[in-house]
């Protein structure tokens, strides 16, 4: 099983080093609409949820991502 | 088929399949060829096909890869459909004048982004010739 920073690594083409929960669209240029939405998909995927789209509309930062899949009592690794 | 199918994201269900045949001619590889620039001996020059390993002229395997855009395009989701990505892999030559078969699976659907990951096998005479995955997205 994926953990969250290896998806995130993976569709966003950055290093895990580099990922925090503050990194927002503005932080990382390959976060593009494309890829966000590749990038949920990914996490439904492989945690096995789903995210509302509210969640996915209003979700602003990793760390936004990663406190739904939290709150959905998933292990995000 | 000349329409596409219209399904909505709503109609869509993992597990849910589509396929249909195609039998490639050698006008299609000669389109193929002027279209997409790819040349190669090995498709349209027999006398040069005949000296290698295949014997005979092969269809480009780009060109059998884009029946995975029919797929998606007209079948599974259709008319609704916005291409995201797709992984190709040639396993076996395809000939002119073969038949293949193209299956394709929905494994798995995004209810809130749309995306929907698409299994694709094309087979010739029972054998998969190519496989793959297509991401698309389901446009509302």
Redesign the interface.
Known sequence: MRTFSEIVAAVFKISDTEISDSLSSQDIPEWDSMNYLLFIAELEKEFDMSFSMDEVMTAQRLGDIRAVIEARGKKYG | MDNPNDLLLKDISVGDAAFFSRMFTQEDVLAFARLSGDKNPLHLDEAYARTTRFGQRLVHGMLVGSLCSALVGMYLPGKRCLY??QTLLFRKPVFIGDTVVVRGIVR?K??????L?IGVSITKDHEEVLNGIA?V?ALT
């Open positions: 995201l990505s798995a995004s209810g809130s982004t749309g995306v990951e991401t997205q």
